[in-house]
């Protein structure tokens, strides 16, 4: 069974950075696919990005490409959101996720998840 614990949320001006993380716990991070999501009030949980467990196949949603780097490492079972150029719309509760090798861009695919931290960013 594997723990996640993210890290880093917070209150920012739009224009602004934050970086989050996610830290692992009770299994093999590194045999793990990571993803990003998010959920603002009032709407569904969305796919943000994910990374494969080698961390060479990245998938990144039309929002936050170019905005956005997601990074792992497997060394320190931790997982990295860096979040440049934050806009209002980018307020949400962002979980990570794991899921076995492979990344995927649904909710249902990913078994484990963090409680969130929320991200507010002020216009």
């Known amino acids: 069974q594997v723990q996640l614990v993210e890290s880093g949320g917070g209150l920012v001006q739009a224009g602004g950075s934050l970086r989050l993380s996610c830290a692992a716990s009770?299994?093999?991070?590194?045999?793990?696919?990571m993803g990003w999501f998010r959920q603002a009030p009032g709407k569904e949980r969305e796919f943000v990005v994910a990374?494969?467990?080698?961390?060479?196949?990245?998938s990144y949603a039309d929002s936050v490409k170019g905005r956005f780097t997601i990074s792992r490492d497997n060394t320190k079972n931790a997982g990295y959101l860096q979040m440049n150029s934050l806009k209002p719309d980018d307020t949400a509760i962002y979980y990570c996720?794991?899921?076995?090798?492979?990344?995927?861009?649904?909710?249902?695919?990913?078994?484990?998840w963090g409680q969130g931290t929320q991200v507010t960013v002020s216009s």
């Open positions: 996720a794991v899921r076995s090798l492979f990344p995927g861009t649904q909710v249902n695919e990913y078994p484990y």
């Open positions: 009770g299994g093999t991070f590194s045999r793990y696919a």
């Open positions: 990374m494969a467990w080698t961390g060479g196949i990245t």
